[in-house]
């Protein structure tokens, strides 16, 4: 029975061993390492990036006009929520870094987050949609189904925005000079994907909720968010996959600085002692060196 990476990690592989979506390793001149990875799968990432940003950004960009237009917020308040929301939603990568690199992996997390985005994503930004085209709702209804979808998404997001990038990387093998060069021009193209999507977004959706309506200006996203798992989701049996390093990167950030704290201590101690052996003017060798010092005098 064939192993699957997407569900579980071989334990007869080693730590960093590459593999394709059947659980089969990949060496460099096999015939799996010429029909996986570099370009064929890496135009399924930029492309569920450039989605994923756009739905992003069409959320968050308009935000505070939306709060005092539509929910008749002070704008003080208004940017203070916006301020609250963007710092969660930059946070939020932390736990997904730490759940990618220390349990399921960037394929499995970002499956796992896509699956949460489109569903929360769903929950969400329909929330957002259903908060502005309900007209019967109470002002309070109204903004706390919004920020309670908003916050949905901030977290929702957590899991995609650290692994994308990182696992576009993997698909090209850095020690082969072709894709090492291949690699190097991915994250200009990564960069100049997610850049238009952004300018693309900023200046169509802010359009649409400015005159269009915003119940049509926070659904268009939702759509883009179904766009960007279907279109990741079709570059599966492409992918290259790296098995996870036995020991957690935490646990060796962690022995880092417990190393680093225990020469520390070592050198306040070291430090100490001089300051002792000069305010006294005997080195602390112990009584003999003591006696021989005084006898001399």
């Given amino acids: 029975m064939e ?6 990690r071989p334990d ?5 061993t590459v593999v394709d979506y059947r659980g089969c390793p990949i060496g460099r001149q096999s015939t799996t390492s010429s029909s996986t990875g570099k370009w064929n799968s890496a135009l399924f990432i930029i492309g569920v990036e450039m989605a994923e940003r756009s739905a992003y950004f069409g959320i968050s960009t308009n935000l505070i ?28 990568p ?11 992996g960037r394929y499995r997390t970002i499956v796992a987050a896509s699956l949460l985005y489109l569903l929360v994503g769903w929950l969400g930004l329909g929330m957002l ?21 908003l916050y949905l998404v901030a977290f929702a997001q957590g899991g995609h925005k650290p692994c994308v990038q990182a696992f576009g990387a993997d698909q090209f093998d850095e020690d082969d000079p ?17 850049g238009a999507s952004t300018l693309g977004s900023l200046l169509a959706l802010t359009y649409v909720q400015d005159n269009l309506g915003w119940g049509l200006g926070f659904g268009i996203p939702c759509v883009l968010m179904a766009v960007a798992v279907v279109v990741f989701l079709m570059g599966t049996r492409t992918y290259r996959f790296y098995e996870l390093e036995r020991e957690s990167p935490f646990a060796r950030i962690g022995r880092a600085f417990a190393e680093l704290a225990k020469k520390n201590r070592g050198a306040d101690q070291s430090l100490a002692s001089s300051s002792s052996e000069e305010e006294s ?15 001399s005098k």
Avoid: I
């Fill in 3 to 8: 192993s699957d990476p997407l569900l579980r």
């Fill in 12 to 16: 007869h592989l080693a730590s960093g």
């Fill in 65 to 92: 006009m939306f709060l005092t237009d539509h929910l008749g917020q002070p704008m003080a308040s208004a940017a203070a929520a916006v301020n609250t929301w963007y710092g969660v939603a930059m946070m939020t």
């Fill in 94 to 104: 932390l736990l997904g870094a730490y759940v990618a690199d220390s349990h399921l």
């Fill in 129 to 149: 949609t259903m908060s502005v085209v309900l007209p019967n709702l109470s002002p309070r209804a109204q903004a706390a189904l919004f920020y309670f979808s």
């Fill in 178 to 194: 072709q894709e090492g060069v291949a690699r190097s021009s991915f994250f200009n193209w990564w960069n100049f994907g997610m």
């Fill in 281 to 295: 003017g005997f080195p602390l060798g112990g009584g003999a060196a003591r006696k021989a010092q005084c006898s």
